[in-house]
């Protein structure tokens, strides 16, 4: 029986590489609310999320959280749950807006790869062509914590922009950078890590960091950078528009992912969920630390993070989620080829990431056949990631499956993450 289940998952799997290979159109398919049984998901099973998350409110493990549960295009469970604001009373909302900070990523990478299909440039072209500051970039060799003063030796090689999508550029991340000595250079230097309310733009910030040294050689190793935000600015040079203006010329209006955005309009600041913290047993707002957590709704707009800015809901993540599993398309709007997106599923960082469970793509981590094994994490070839203030997604081409949990934390531990995608996939009964 076993067997019987795994050659399925199999066949699942290759019958959607077969789409990607085809272009089937009939498999571009809009998300619509359906019985659970219709796709294949038992009730029964899908209630354990149901109840998971309520227990997970009732407990105060979180404030609140708003969940999507989809299976061949048919979302069979899309619940709001607790406090938006536990302040106000403000109740959680399915079309609640939340700071999805680092799932901006897969969207960047995915505009980014839009202007490769326009024949603007190959992936192993150096960044330097078009941001000339990042000609000489070196690795960093001492570092002097009193004086804050750094010397490098050259880099090996240039960075690519295949280096910038896969985390290998040897970039970092400032403040929440792992290596102390960066997060001050970073800081001395003026760079903006993720989010901001300051009148900055994304080329001030860029250009500023292309003179700051790298953790190691590009290529040699994968380190959690600001990549994405070099390419967003690439996106606005090769593109001649602003990076927001592409988005949401190029993407979000074509998709209808309407709420998705760096900064919302005052009509839905309102919508925005809190980001909460735990303060003697009771939800408060999270404070001003090196950010200030309303970036979204206020202060000068300007800063379009690549690797972190956007703001979205659980719904329009779906939409963009469903338009790969369609193999690029969604709502009559062709975003990426098929042989796209094969590419950028393939495996491009080798075993610099994720050790025997997952690789990294062109746009995503990648569930491999350890992951598999491991349990919990879906089918190979899985595609996630998630973002700082605890939000979370994963695409199981093999099932068809989408999960989107969206919460808004900082500084609390807690475990619906990987509960809410073990029960994902033990709701599968076909």
């Not at 607790?82 to 901006?104: C, H, K, L, N, V």
């Not at 403040?175 to 903006?192: M, T």
């Not at 993720?194 to 290529?219: D, N, R, Y």
Request: hydrophobic share 35%; aromatic share 10%.
């Amino acid at each position: 029986m076993k067997n019987a289940l795994a050659h399925a998952r199999w066949i699942r799997f290759f019958c959607w590489l077969l789409i990607l290979q085809l272009g089937v159109q009939g498999a571009s398919v809009r998300l619509k609310n359906g019985r659970p049984s219709s796709a294949g998901i038992a009730p029964e099973r899908l209630e354990r999320i149901d109840q998971m998350l309520q227990d997970a409110v009732e407990k105060a493990s979180i404030p609140g959280a708003v969940a999507l549960v989809a299976r061949h295009g048919r979302i069979v469970l899309h619940r709001a749950y607790g406090m938006a604001d536990s302040t106000a009373q403000q109740p959680m909302e399915r079309d609640s807006i939340f700071r999805i900070a680092s799932q901006t990523k897969a969207i960047t990478s995915t505009a980014v790869m839009m202007l490769w299909e326009e024949g603007h440039f190959q992936l192993d072209d150096p960044i330097s062509r078009w941001i000339p500051e990042f000609e000489k970039v070196g690795v960093l060799k001492d570092y002097d914590e009193t004086s804050g003063q750094w010397t490098s030796e050259p880099a090996k090689r240039p960075i690519t922009i295949r280096h910038l999508l896969t985390h290998t550029s040897g970039l970092g991340y400032g403040v929440i950078d792992g290596d102390p000595r960066f997060k001050e250079i970073y800081s001395r230097a003026g760079v903006i890590d993720l989010f901001t309310t300051e009148s900055v733009t994304i080329k001030q910030s860029v250009t500023q960091l292309a003179q700051l040294p790298l953790h190691h050689h590009p290529g040699d190793r994968f380190t959690y950078s600001e990549g994405l935000d070099v390419l967003g600015y690439f996106i606005e040079l090769i593109s001649g528009m602003s990076f927001s203006d592409f988005l949401e010329q190029r993407i979000f209006e074509p998709l209808g992912m309407e709420d998705t955005a760096f900064y919302q309009p005052e009509h839905k600041a309102n919508r925005l969920v809190k980001v909460q913290t735990l303060q003697e047993g009771q939800w408060a707002h999270y404070p001003v630390t090196f950010y200030d957590p309303d970036y979204p709704i206020k202060g000068s707009k300007t800063f379009f993070s690549g690797g972190a800015g956007l703001s979205s809901t659980a719904k329009d993540y779906a939409i963009f989620l469903q338009m790969y599993l369609n193999g690029g398309t969604y709502n009559g709007h062709r975003i990426l080829s098929r042989t796209t997106i094969a590419t950028m599923m393939q495996n491009q960082t080798g075993d610099l990431f994720g050790g025997s469970e997952k690789f990294h793509g062109l746009a995503f981590g990648v569930v491999s056949e350890g992951g598999v094994a491991k349990g919990g994490l879906g089918s190979r070839g899985t595609f996630e990631w998630g973002g700082y203030f605890n939000t979370q997604y994963f695409a199981d081409p093999a099932e068809g499956l989408i999960g989107i949990l969206m919460k808004q934390t900082q500084g609390v531990s807690e475990d619906t993450a990987w509960r809410f995608r073990q029960l994902c996939g033990q709701s599968i009964s076909d």
